[in-house]
């Protein structure tokens, strides 16, 4: 039996919306490819959440219900998974590109003794009939095609690259609750949690980021008024997260968040390949930077040259002016 | 006493030097003078913090070409006791499944061990796949995204890592794998002193000869690799505006063309 399987990435049971828009790709290549889609959902007390998945396009899920399968265990996860991956069969098992994704499709592909692609933003079927995985590749300097010689194919998509489809509370399907061997001790133990993600940058629809063009740590309070009267949130290049300046949770870039708002104003920040690595999707791009040179503006939609300790200010006052905030 | 960490660290191109032929869909890693791949800093950092508390030793292990041995030179100016070159034309073209096979091989080879410490992710893989599957080729547990050590002992160690919705307390028995962020630590800059040390130290250079018994040589390099690039090339910059604003009434500018997109809704 072939298939293509889509991982349910779920939180305390809510589902990750990565799940939904590998769904939506699944759905396509499955189509391609004349099998199934099915989705697989690890956790506890999630059975009432796995219908969600069938409206996004599964069409067979296989719930795996237990009290150790609550908070995530890459050991124990990729136990289930692995087991359920011998028996189908499947050509393609896709995973978000999420911390959680990233933890656990290694492993899964080292089980099964097969290829993995990583941080794909597109997964395509060519003429030939073969699984293509699109991936950046060189802090997104260059876009790299990826095939797979073993199956099933296995990749990890990033968030936000792929529309999510249209929920369809009409659509039927199967939903299989799974009596499975679920690992006692895996020599993990998952304690608390310590602390929330001060923001989720990746799902932010305005971001306000400030670069080593700011002087003093305080002035980033200029930069949350800004984001505040636009109703968005601060990103941060990321020597200013290196400074102590602001959480890492508002880095963006290689080694911080990827993101892809409607609007990113990124103010003081040169544009380095490793920045822009997290935020050249961006629907519209404005840079207020003093060096007219800067790189940034070469991606920019719209750029304000000037001392953004002159034009911040004004934008503020302007946008109070015009009844905002 | 003490305990035996293993730090594998990658010796990777300055990628801001690396040219690309899209013909041949080639990546001319020759154009670029190497270092240590920065994220393994912190793991190399994380490592001498416990060796420096708890005693023991700590191993750096590099799967790369003749040069990586400056990539473990590094190493050992900060602190690593021994240090193990695997290099061969056999493991080169090795994709994560082929070097996370190759470096548990060589872990197993090198006897006991109590952690495991990999960087995120490298700089020109860009995957942080070898860790994980280093973990899993070695039947022992990890945890990723690691941004805190809270404690270590002779068979556990506790961490903060990111598991997506938050930050949470992780415990995990030895022996064991992490892999650390950037912000576990800020790595010190190795002394003259130690530089001249690591100058001086021996490598240790495996070929696969060194590998036999514990390994399928077939499962190395290209050959041992399932995915392959296919084709490469440089994306299109998607058309941006680039409008551009000065003066006096730049401000004023700039916020009627954000109504205008609708951003100020
Ligand atoms: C492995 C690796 C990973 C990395 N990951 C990331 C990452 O995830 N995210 C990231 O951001 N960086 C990352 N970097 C760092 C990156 O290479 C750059 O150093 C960094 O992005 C530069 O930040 P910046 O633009 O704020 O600072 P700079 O490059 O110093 O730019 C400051 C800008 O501010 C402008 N400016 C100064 N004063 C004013 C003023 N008064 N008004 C207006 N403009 C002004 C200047 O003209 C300049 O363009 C990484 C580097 C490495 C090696
Ligand atoms: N060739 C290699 N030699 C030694 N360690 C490696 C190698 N490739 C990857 N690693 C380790 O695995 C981590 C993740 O790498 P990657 O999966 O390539 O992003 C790195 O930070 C290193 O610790």
Same mark, same amino acid.
């Given at each position: 039996?072939?298939?293509?399987?889509?991982?349910?990435?779920?939180?305390?049971?809510?589902?990750?919306?990565?799940?939904?828009? *590998?769904?939506s790709k699944g759905r396509e290549v499955a189509d391609r490819l004349g099998v199934e889609l099915y989705s697989v959902l690890l956790g506890y007390n999630v059975k009432n959440i796995a219908s969600e998945l069938i409206y996004y396009g599964a069409d067979?899920?296989?719930?795996?219900?237990?009290?150790? *399968?609550?908070?995530?265990? !890459?050991?124990?996860?990729?136990?289930?998974?692995?087991?359920?991956?011998?028996?189908?069969?499947?050509?393609?098992?896709?995973?978000?590109?999420?911390?959680?994704?990233?933890?656990?499709?290694?492993?899964?592909?080292?089980? *099964?003794?097969?290829?993995?692609?990583?941080?794909?933003?597109?997964?395509?079927?060519?003429?030939?009939?073969?699984?293509?995985?699109?991936?950046?590749?060189?802090?997104?300097?260059?876009?790299?095609?990826?095939?797979?010689?073993?199956?099933?194919?296995?990749?990890?998509?990033?968030?936000?690259?792929?529309? !999510?489809?249209?929920?369809?509370?009409?659509?039927?399907?199967?939903?299989?609750?799974?009596?499975?061997?679920?690992?006692?001790?895996?020599?993990?133990?998952?304690?608390?949690?310590?602390?929330?993600?001060?923001?989720? *940058?990746?799902?932010?629809?305005?971001?306000?980021?400030?670069?080593?063009?700011?002087?003093?740590?305080?002035?980033?309070?200029?930069?949350?008024?800004?984001?505040?009267?636009?109703?968005?949130?601060?990103?941060?290049?990321? !020597?200013?997260?290196?400074?102590?300046?602001?959480?890492?949770?508002?880095?963006?870039?290689?080694?911080?968040?990827?993101?892809?708002?409607?609007?990113?104003?990124?103010?003081?920040?040169?544009?380095?390949?490793?920045?822009?690595?997290?935020?050249?999707?961006?629907?519209?791009?404005?840079?207020?930077?003093?060096?007219?040179?800067?790189?940034?503006?070469?991606?920019?939609?719209?750029?304000?040259?000037?001392?953004?300790?002159?034009?911040?200010?004004?934008?503020?006052?302007?946008?109070?002016?015009?009844?905002?905030? | 006493?003490?305990?035996?960490?293993?730090?594998?660290?990658?010796?990777?191109?300055?990628?801001?030097?690396?040219?690309?032929?899209?013909?041949?869909?080639?990546?001319?890693?020759?154009?670029?003078?190497?270092?240590?791949?920065?994220?393994?800093?912190?793991?190399?950092?994380?490592?001498?913090?416990?060796?420096?508390?708890?005693?023991?030793?700590?191993?750096?292990?590099?799967?790369?070409?003749?040069?990586?041995?400056?990539?473990?030179?590094?190493?050992?100016?900060?602190?690593?006791?021994?240090?193990?070159?695997?290099?061969?034309?056999?493991?080169?073209?090795?994709?994560?499944?082929?070097?996370?096979?190759?470096?548990?091989?060589?872990?197993?080879?090198?006897?006991?061990?109590?952690?495991?410490?990999?960087?995120?992710?490298?700089?020109?893989?860009?995957?942080?796949?070898?860790?994980?599957?280093?973990?899993?080729?070695?039947?022992?547990?990890?945890?990723?995204?690691?941004?805190?050590?809270?404690?270590?002992?002779?068979?556990?160690?506790?961490?903060?890592?990111?598991?997506?919705?938050?930050?949470?307390?992780?415990?995990?028995?030895?022996?064991?794998?992490?892999?650390?962020?950037?912000?576990?630590?800020?790595?010190?800059?190795?002394?003259?002193?130690?530089?001249?040390?690591?100058?001086?130290?021996?490598?240790?250079?495996?070929?696969?000869?060194?590998?036999?018994?514990?390994?399928?040589?077939?499962?190395?390099?290209?050959?041992?690799?399932?995915?392959?690039?296919?084709?490469?090339?440089?994306?299109?910059?998607?058309?941006?505006?680039?409008?551009?604003?000065?003066?006096?009434?730049?401000?004023?500018?700039?916020?009627?063309?954000?109504?205008?997109?609708?951003?100020?809704?």
């Amino acid at each position: 039996m072939a298939g293509v399987i889509v991982f349910a990435e779920q939180h305390g049971g809510e589902i990750h919306p990565v799940s939904f828009e *590998l769904l939506s790709k699944g759905r396509e290549v499955a189509d391609r490819l004349g099998v199934e889609l099915y989705s697989v959902l690890l956790g506890y007390n999630v059975k009432n959440i796995a219908s969600e998945l069938i409206y996004y396009g599964a069409d067979r899920v296989y719930v795996f219900d237990n009290p150790l *399968l609550e908070v995530f265990d !890459p050991v124990r996860y990729k136990h289930i998974i692995a087991s359920l991956a011998i028996r189908k069969k499947p050509e393609l098992i896709l995973f978000g590109a999420t911390p959680l994704g990233r933890s656990l499709a290694p492993r899964v592909a080292v089980a *099964l003794n097969t290829g993995l692609t990583a941080d794909c933003i597109d997964i395509r079927v060519d003429e030939e009939g073969d699984i293509v995985q699109v991936r950046p590749a060189f802090t997104g300097n260059i876009i790299a095609y990826i095939k797979t010689r073993t199956r099933p194919v296995i990749a990890t998509v990033r968030y936000r690259v792929m529309k !999510p489809p249209r929920r369809d509370l009409e659509r039927r399907g199967e939903i299989i609750v799974e009596e499975a061997e679920v690992l006692e001790d895996t020599g993990i133990k998952v304690l608390k949690k310590v602390r929330d993600k001060e923001v989720r *940058l990746a799902d932010s629809e305005i971001i306000v980021a400030c670069g080593r063009g700011l002087r003093r740590p305080e002035d980033i309070r200029m930069i949350e008024e800004l984001a505040r009267l636009l109703g968005g949130e601060v990103g941060a290049s990321r !020597p200013l997260v290196d400074e102590g300046w602001i959480s890492r949770d508002h880095q963006i870039g290689f080694s911080g968040n990827v993101v892809k708002p409607r609007l990113y104003i990124a103010c003081g920040i040169s544009g380095s390949p490793q920045h822009l690595a997290g935020m050249r999707d961006s629907e519209v791009i404005v840079a207020i930077n003093i060096d007219p040179s800067a790189p940034i503006f070469r991606v920019s939609d719209y750029g304000v040259i000037g001392d953004l300790y002159e034009v911040i200010p004004k934008l503020i006052e302007k946008l109070r002016s015009m009844g905002r905030g | 006493m003490g305990l035996h960490v293993i730090v594998p660290v990658k010796y990777v191109p300055d990628i801001e030097k690396v040219r690309f032929d899209v013909k041949s869909g080639r990546i001319d890693r020759s154009s670029a003078p190497g270092e240590i791949n920065p994220f393994d800093l912190n793991a190399l950092e994380a490592a001498v913090r416990i060796k420096e508390k708890l005693g023991g030793t700590v191993t750096a292990i590099s799967m790369g070409p003749p040069q990586a041995e400056s990539a473990l030179r590094d190493a050992l100016a900060r602190g690593v006791d021994r240090a193990i070159l695997l290099t061969d034309k056999r493991f080169a073209g090795a994709d994560t499944l082929a070097t996370s096979y190759t470096l548990a091989c060589a872990i197993r080879k090198l006897g006991s061990f109590d952690l495991i410490i990999c960087g995120e992710k490298t700089v020109d893989g860009d995957t942080g796949q070898v860790g994980p599957e280093i973990a899993e080729h070695l039947g022992i547990p990890h945890i990723a995204y690691v941004s805190e050590i809270r404690e270590v002992s002779n068979d556990r160690i506790l961490v903060v890592s990111d598991l997506g919705d938050g930050y949470y307390l992780v415990e995990m028995k030895l022996p064991g794998l992490i892999a650390v962020t950037k912000d576990i630590n800020v790595p010190r800059l190795p002394t003259l002193r130690d530089k001249l040390r690591a100058r001086k130290a021996i490598i240790e250079v495996w070929s696969a000869d060194e590998l036999v018994d514990v390994a399928d040589v077939s499962r190395f390099g290209y050959v041992g690799s399932p995915t392959i690039v296919h084709r490469v090339f440089f994306p299109s910059e998607r058309g941006r505006k680039a409008i551009i604003f000065r003066g006096v009434d730049a401000v004023d500018k700039l916020v009627e063309v954000l109504i205008e997109e609708g951003l100020l809704g």
